[in-house]
């Protein structure tokens, strides 16, 4: 009988350390849980931080593009009214030398 009692108490004692550890290991585990749902929120908002930046830098890019585009377009003009400036010069010398 003695030895079946100290059997049981040899065999609650182990349960309860088993116990014990398993609820350390919970405890570690809730806590890397939590660590972990921190970090994936972080990267979350760094993430749509980024694409905000991304936007904006594709607004940014687009706009300059319109604005290349714009200046090419007077470049062009100005260099017709130039052309023309020019041709209406010469004529008009002609006229004057034909004169």
């Known amino acids: 009988m003695e030895e079946d009692a100290r059997v049981t108490k040899d065999a609650t004692e182990k349960a309860q ?4 550890r398993s609820k350390d290991e919970a405890g570690l585990a809730k806590e890397a849980t939590v660590k972990a749902r921190e970090e994936a929120a972080r990267y979350k908002d760094e ?9 904006q830098v594709e607004s ?40």
């Open 17 to 20: 350390e088993e116990a014990a």
């Open 47 to 55: 993430a749509i931080e980024l694409d905000q930046g991304k936007r």
């Open 60 to 99: 940014d890019l687009a706009a300059a593009r319109g604005n290349f585009a714009g200046l090419k377009e007077e470049l062009l003009r100005r260099e017709i009214a130039r052309g023309a400036a020019e041709e209406a010069q010469n004529k008009a010398h002609e006229d004057l030398e034909n004169e």
